[in-house]
């Protein structure tokens, strides 16, 4: 998460990323360690640990996509009405 400040890479809360920083359990390293041997494994095998959502997380999440989306329709519906206007 950008800033690590718990709210995504887009502001939208938690579990709107593609899991692929350190809050997904990747962290920084080598994996298994490996690589400082130059073997050149890299990252672990893909394998993150999902911490299940709490009902409380889940409503801020679901609140933050809400607005998101409510923001979304209403620059949709004006866009709409512009061409509309330009119609007629």
């Known amino acids: 998460m950008p800033g690590r400040n718990g709210m ?13 920083g350190v809050c997904a359990g990747n ?9 400082g ?3 050149g494994r890299g990252m672990r095998a893909g ?16 609140t933050a996509q809400t607005e998101y989306l ?9 866009r709409l009405a512009e061409l509309e206007e330009k119609e007629s």
């Open 37 to 39: 041997r130059g073997m």
């Open 8 to 20: 995504g890479p887009q502001g939208m809360g938690q579990m709107t990323g593609r899991k692929m």
């Open 70 to 78: 409510s923001q979304e329709l209403e620059g949709l519906k004006k």
């Open 47 to 62: 394998f993150a640990m999902q911490m299940p959502i709490t009902p409380i997380a889940e409503k801020e999440m679901l």
């Open 27 to 35: 962290g920084v390293g080598r994996g298994f360690g490996y690589g």
